[in-house]
């Protein structure tokens, strides 16, 4: 079964405005990730958080990570047009060490 | 730039063809993946080298064949593929294939299958 799902599935805010977007997923985690790809490229890794943080930054990025719930968010704040781009979502089961179950993604438009 | 580049970045096969992708990775890691992207579906792990053994095949159909004959270059030679083949193929690269290890991505070889 899908591990990670993200919500919601497109976003679109104009350039200044703050984007969050969600990740919820199934079974115990070893840790999660978030990933960026613009559109028909590679992907490229943009902060991960262990199943023991709770919240971490990372320049105009913040991640926090709620096991109770088995969520967590992505906040971007004061967005910008080249931030326009999918954004995924990633876990690494307990069990399974280095298996990434990424989740069907948000697209991010973010208008000039 | 990620480290890792993906070769051919477009690819237009029959279904009787075949042909190889090949991924390869600058970055001194010892484990790579492939990846499947297809539209409206999440990414799909397919395979795992770690130290160049396969660690991990996903279910995948037997059309798909990977190599892997050092720890910088990883192969997905593909034959006698279908239509529903077709999509973005991404490679990674990893540290260790540990939990902790970000995976580096490569641009993605897009497969059309007609």
């Known amino acids: 079964s899908q591990q990670g799902e993200e919500d919601p599935q497109a976003l679109s805010i104009q350039e200044g405005e703050n984007a969050t977007m969600n990740c919820s997923y199934k079974?115990?985690?070893?840790?999660l990730q978030w990933y960026r790809q613009n559109s028909g490229r590679g992907l490229v890794h943009l902060i991960l958080i262990r199943s023991n943080e709770r919240e971490k930054h990372s320049g105009r990025l913040r991640v926090t990570l709620d096991t109770s719930k088995k969520s967590s968010s992505l906040l971007i704040t004061a967005s910008r047009a080249a931030d326009t781009a999918s954004y995924f979502c990633a876990t690494v089961p307990l069990r399974n060490t280095g298996k990434l179950i990424f989740g069907q993604g948000t697209t991010l438009q973010v208008k000039p | 730039e990620t480290g890792v580049t993906q070769t051919p970045r477009h690819l237009v096969m029959g279904m009787t063809n075949k042909k190889s992708l090949k991924c390869e990775q600058h970055l001194g890691h010892n484990a790579m993946y492939w990846y499947k992207q297809s539209a409206k579906k999440p990414l799909e792990l397919m395979f795992v080298?770690?130290?160049?053994?396969?660690?991990e095949n996903n279910s995948v159909p037997s059309r798909f064949s990977p190599e892997c004959p050092n720890s910088s270059h990883l192969f997905l030679h593909l034959h006698t593929l279908q239509p529903e083949d077709s999509a973005l193929y991404l490679c990674a690269s990893s540290h260790s294939g540990r939990a902790r290890d970000t995976q580096y991505f490569g641009p993605g070889t897009r497969l059309t299958v007609l």
């Open positions: 080298y770690s130290l160049e053994e396969r660690v």
């Open positions: 079974t115990s985690i070893n840790n």
